[in-house]
């Protein structure tokens, strides 16, 4: 079996991960409307992975939340500087400067079967390599007119095939596709 990469995230209605400034206080809002006993499947998705791949803006973002939300869960950060990685995080939080490419073989031979690839820069240069498997994509019913976008330009198109849809109560809508490779 090989290593298969997936994305779990949520957007507003118009495609943005963030606001401009990163800012994240729309999901924070629209989280409240979220009973408590529901989480969208992350639990469930968190407990499928390995490990997760993010860029050094959604890390940096994530530490600046509070606590760390992904326990013991290895987190590889990718940036081509060093970054600071707190004594607490030391044994979760490595830094990697490799090509998505390079990283992928990688942790293929390291025996890992599942990576979560998070933040909007990270997800683009993997799909743009062709090594996401699947993406699972929550639409927040706000629009933010200007933002971070999930995706960016592309070099050809990427195909998808939904495989499933849920609608929440609350106004979350979210929905699975999974890659189309071309050999």
Known sequence: ???????????????????????????????TAVPKD??????????????????????????SLGKWPYG????????????EIPEELAQMVSCSSESPKALYERLSQDGLKRLYIDGGITIQRFLAEGLIDDLTITVIPVLLGSGIPLFGKLEK???????????????????????????
């Open 72 to 83: 013991d869960k290895p987190v590889i950060v990718l940036s081509s500087n060093a970054i």
């Open 38 to 63: 529901e989480d969208c499947g992350y639990h469930a998705f968190m407990h499928s992975v390995d490990a997760l791949v993010m860029g050094r803006n959604t890390y940096e973002k994530v530490r």
């Open 157 to 183: 198109d990427i195909l998808l095939r939904h495989t499933a849809t849920k609608a929440y109560d609350f106004g979350f809508v979210q929905s699975t596709y999974e890659v189309i490779k071309h050999p």
């Open 1 to 31: 079996m090989s290593l298969v990469l997936s994305v779990f995230i949520a957007t507003s209605l118009d495609g943005f991960i963030a606001r401009t400034d990163g800012e994240l206080d729309w999901l924070d809002e629209a989280g």
